[in-house]
């Protein structure tokens, strides 16, 4: 069996090897969600191969004295056996020594800091910070410190109070994989079938830590249920408190009734989530808005998305959960889980399969814009986007799952989606009514020349030319994923 790979990434790497080889002090954050494979980039710059001098800590949830003799321990492990830090203040004077020798710290979960008993560490640290800047040229290490929590994170090396406010020298905020890295991905170790890359990118998208637990299960080229049971309904299975431990635990349940309810019905407004809040606590209306705005900007779970051409002000907003494991945690999965020990487990799994499927039909919209985007940016095709890919609604129940612009041929190419390439074919009579409304509001396009494009996972000979014959362009995800990999690898 192939061995597990680094995948993607390209650009990341490059850039931190830079840094790298600068020879002078530098002050590197490292952020991105759980699983997004911090750690896995900074250890594949950091190779024994091309550097010795690497001391790696990864910091516990702990008191003062759990860091410490945890940092003791690493040390160690890495060769450093003087200088040992005694309490938090020496270790912060510890990294500042071996920075002047040339080492590279990296610190993971950084976060922990924020925590009350920890926060004087950044003080600490800061004055340690603040003296290999001064002589920057003179000192060839540096600092890596890598975290999850945005809001955390935020607190300790961005607020204007913060001891470590402004000392960051350089900055790597990771993302999802893009789809070029997932099909290298499934191609070493599965296939990359349009089916597959729709399931498992509406379950995991571009975490890649979730698919190398799949393959380490031995179930990431296996069928759905079997990916389903193995992964979250067996006693060992890896992501069985993923989420609860990512994310869910910080909110100590304060929000749940309001992502559960944006996770099962995506794209609801903000009246949807007021009436279905007034349903189950008469008194909690007032708090909604305050709710969505923390769930927002403080932790990224929730975004509100606007049609293309709207106005910032405008009140037609749509609710959606960022992150697609959350989404599909929230709406098909976790019930389903926690009652396992109640339930026959195949019917339990049957049923997160069937929410899954539903799910899938917004996960295709949201990889097909995807899609377009990438293969743009790589110039594939015979589309190139000038505008990022938004779809578009109005009151009157006019709905376009996909609006593109090539301004600069002034071309005009709207979509709809469907998981089912059957119902496709059936709505694109209807859906021709929702492109001419779309054009009698929008009328500066009506000089353009409009495509329409109907999308599905996979299209059979017969749906492609029904779909010509109702004068729409057919497009599958083989026809989105053509030459992408190999395109991506030669940029």
Known sequence: MKSWGFYGRHQELGRLREILARKRWFFLKVSGRRRIGKTSLVQQ???PSQ??????????????????????????MFGISDGLPSNLRSLATRIGSLAEAGWIVALDEFQYFNRKVLFEFTSQLQAEVDRLAARADQVPGGLIVLGSLHTEMAALLEERNAPLYNRITDDLDLGHLDIASLLEMLTAHADASPMR????????EGVPKFYRDCFEQGVIAGERRELLRQMFFSSSSPLRTEADNWFLKELRGRYDLVLKFIATHPGCSNADIVAHVRSVEPDSEKQVGGYLKILDERYRMVERLQ???????????????????LRAWLAALSVPVASVSFRPLESLVTQ??????????HGLERLAATLYEERSRLELGDFALTQRVKGWWDRNDTELDLVALNDDERILRLGTCKRSPEKLVKDLGR???????????E???????????AISPLLSGDHRQAIQNAGYIPQDLADLTKGLSSASANS
């Open 443 to 453: 009328q500066r396009y009506r000089s353009w020349k409009v495509e329409r494009v």
């Open 352 to 361: 997160v399969d069937e929410r899954l499927v539903d799910a899938e039909g």
């Open 197 to 204: 890359l729709l399931f498992l990118w509406n379950l995991f």
């Open 307 to 325: 049609p293309i051409f709207a106005k910032t002000t405008t009140r037609s907003g749509r609710f959606y959960i960022r992150d697609n494991f």
């Open 51 to 76: 550097r010795e001098k690497v001391l790696y800590i990864q910091i516990p949830d702990s008191d003062p004295a759990g860091v410490v003799s945890t940092a003791r321990d690493f040390m160690q």
């Open 45 to 47: 710059a950091l190779q």
């Open 431 to 441: 859906f021709d009514g929702h492109i001419q409304r779309f054009l009698s509001v």
